[in-house]
Structures are given as structure tokens and as C-alpha cells.
């Protein structure tokens, strides 16, 4: 588990890309229930218990249904385990990290309302998220990496407009 744990690592920082996972359905599914939990529990930091089960189930599913999309469109489906392996490691490890920040950052129940150094390594780690999944779908289609960027910044802010007509911040 600690060689795969670092396979995710050097995938963060762009040293291996999704090919060097196996294509395997048993590695995405544990990678799943792994990235559910771990999103679930820093969700709940800041969100109620169902809303946060909620949030994280409509998220990831929106994610791997788009992964599978685009890789559609450009004929790559066959990379889907993979990229989406890629994708769900580096992301769990970006989650465990924020968790801290979430927690000591007063981010719990939005207590915070003003920028703080909290909210700033917070922001730093969405740069980061995107900046691998970036590379992650330009190793996986054939597109350079500042393409991969700007499809995943298009996610995102989809995902995040979508995310809040769905789920209104209340409070």
C-alpha cells in the first residue's frame, strides 16, 4: 500500500502519469470507497452529515461520468481505469492534507468569514488539484498540459456552479 501511496505522490508532482497504474477494477473500486470516505470526512468538517454524504456522492459521480465523457470523445476509453486511478489517488491524497487546514483553519460549520493563512494553503491545494488532474488528462488524451488545465478549470467551475445551485450555502 505505501509503494502505491508514493506511485500517487510522484503523480503529484508530475514525475508518473496514469499509465503507470495497472488498469485494474479492483484498484479503482478501492480507490473509490478510499477517496468516498476520505471526502466524506473532510466534507463533514464543514457540512452536516447527510448534506456532506450528499455533496460527495453527486461530486464524484459528476467527476467520473465527465473522466468517462471526455475520454469518449477523444477515443480513449480503454485509459478510463487509469486516468480516473490517477485522478482519485491524488485527490485523496490532496483531501487528507486539506483536512488539518479544514479543522485548526475554523472552516468547521463556516465559522470563518475572513481570508486567513487557513484560507490561503486551502486556495494553494485547489491550485494543486487542478494543476495534477491537468497533467493527469494531458497524459491521458492527446492534448499539451495547459490544455489539460484549462478543460479541468472548466470542470471545476461547472462542477462548483452546479455544486452550489444543487447545494445552496446555508447558514
Known amino acids: ?32 470507497l478510499v477517496y468516498g470516505f476520505v471526502s466524506f470526512s473532510a466534507a463533514q468538517i464543514v457540512e452536516p452529515w447527510s448534506r ?14 465527465f473522466i468517462w465523457a471526455l475520454l469518449a470523445i477523444f477515443g480513449r476509453v480503454p485509459r478510463y481505469l487509469q486516468t480516473v486511478s490517477a485522478l482519485l489517488g491524488s485527490g485523496t491524497l490532496l483531501t487528507l492534507l486539506s ?7 475554523g472552516f468547521a460549520n463556516y465559522e470563518s ?7 490561503l494553503l486551502f486556495f494553494l491545494l485547489i491550485i494543486w488539484s487542478i494543476d495534477i488532474a491537468g497533467f493527469v488528462v494531458s497524459r ?23 455544486g452550489r445551485l444543487l447545494f445552496p450555502v446555508t447558514g
Open 99 to 105: 483536512i488539518p487546514i479544514l479543522i485548526f483553519g
Open 1 to 32: 500500500m505505501w509503494r502505491l501511496s508514493l506511485v500517487f505522490v510522484e503523480i503529484a508532482l508530475h514525475r508518473r502519469g496514469p499509465e503507470d497504474l495497472p488498469a485494474s477494477g479492483f484498484l479503482l473500486g478501492l480507490l473509490a
Open 140 to 162: 491521458a488524451l492527446p492534448v499539451s498540459y495547459v490544455a489539460g488545465v484549462l478543460i479541468v478549470l472548466g470542470y471545476t467551475f461547472g462542477s462548483a456552479s452546479l
Open 113 to 119: 468569514t475572513a481570508p486567513t493563512f487557513a484560507t
Open 52 to 65: 456532506a454524504a450528499a455533496m460527495v456522492s453527486f461530486d464524484t459521480a459528476l467527476y467520473l461520468a
